[in-house]
Every structure is written in structure tokens, then in C-alpha cells.
């Protein structure tokens, strides 16, 4: 994978924060959630997202974007696009047509499930996962290991929201045998 020093603009990511909607006691009481739907409803804000993905990952030749359900749907299918690669959903049990692989993990406030269809990616395969926020990792790490049963390459995680406190990022590097990337747009610190 090829290096990269890229940093969207401190201008860029006030813009993007600035989109952001703080929802609390969501889905349950403790939890302050972070809304996306704003940044969704400003056009400016919502090209901007992808603009600043699509420049980080032009290059990587990418054969899939992975896209986890839901929220992460949007902004893959959008990437995808913008790429030239194929957008790979990443689905709640029950929720796939065809064959699946399944993978169980757990979350900041309970457990829960993923499946991909069987036959979604080629062995030596070089992918992304994309979704809208990175907390404790697990939902991302679920995805990435239905990608490898199918011998694809993770090179890398992206997501418009980091919660940094949440140390998901060390999730998702610790049992990763070539630590891919991992790319946030926002970075948000305990009780902001």
C-alpha cells in the first residue's frame, strides 16, 4: 500500500463536525450518538465526504468497497462509484438473497451479526471497508473477516467519524497480520 500523509484541511474537518448532531441517551440511556443525518442533508458537506475518501484511496487499485449496513451504505455505494470498484454490502442477518457467510461480534452495548454473500469477492482481492463511524471496532473487524474467509485484502478502514476514546482503532490493528490503514475525517474526543 502506498504511503500516505494525506490529512483532510483543519477547515474541512470543522465543516464536517459542524454537520454532526449530538443525540443523547440513543440508542440507550449512557450513549451520546452521533448524528450523521445533517452532514446527509448538506450537499456540500456530504460531497465533501466523499471527495476527501476518493482522494485518499484514487490510487490503491481497488477491486471492492465493503459497506456496512446501513449508514455505511451510503457513503460506500458513493465511493464505489466515484472509484470504479464494485460496492460489496455487508448486511444484518436475514437480510441477503442469496448464500452468506456469517460472522458474530460484539458491540459497545450488546452482540450482534454480519453476513456477505459467498461469492462477493476473488481471493487477492485488495478492498476497503467503509462505514460511517469507527467506536469500539467490532462491527468493522466483523466485516473485515468475512472479507479475508474470502482471501481478499483489507487495506484499509475508512470512516467519516472517529470516536477516539473508544480505542477501536487498536482493535482493529492488534490482530491484524499487515495492519492496514485506517482514515477518519473526524476525530472526536470523550465527552464532546
Known amino acids: 500500500m502506498h504511503e500516505h500523509n494525506f490529512a483532510p484541511s483543519e477547515a474541512a474537518v470543522r465543516y464536517l463536525k459542524s454537520r454532526l448532531r449530538n443525540i443523547p441517551d440513543f440508542p440507550k440511556p449512557g450513549i451520546l450518538f452521533k448524528d450523521i443525518t445533517p452532514l446527509l442533508a448538506d450537499p456540500r458537506a456530504f460531497h465533501m465526504t466523499i471527495d476527501l475518501f476518493a482522494e485518499r484511496f ?21 465511493l464505489a462509484a466515484r472509484l470504479n470498484a464494485s ?53 468493522a473487524s466483523a466485516a473485515a473477516a468475512l472479507a479475508t474467509r474470502q482471501g481478499a485484502q483489507v ?3 475508512t470512516f467519516v467519524v472517529e470516536l477516539d476514546f473508544l480505542e477501536g482503532r487498536r482493535r482493529l490493528l492488534e490482530n491484524a497480520a499487515v495492519p492496514p490503514a485506517i482514515y477518519s475525517l473526524v476525530h472526536i474526543g470523550a465527552g464532546e
Open 155 to 157: 487495506i484499509a478502514y
Open 58 to 78: 484514487i490510487s490503491e487499485n481497488l477491486r471492492a468497497v465493503i459497506g456496512i449496513e446501513s449508514r455505511g451504505f451510503i457513503f460506500g455505494a458513493a
Open 87 to 139: 460496492f460489496i454490502p455487508v448486511r444484518k442477518p436475514g437480510k441477503l438473497p442469496y448464500k452468506t457467510d456469517r460472522v458474530a461480534y460484539k458491540l459497545e452495548y450488546g452482540e450482534a451479526e454480519l453476513e456477505m454473500h459467498v461469492d462477493s469477492l476473488n481471493g487477492g482481492s485488495r478492498v476497503i471497508i467503509v462505514d460511517d463511524l469507527l467506536a469500539t471496532g467490532g462491527t
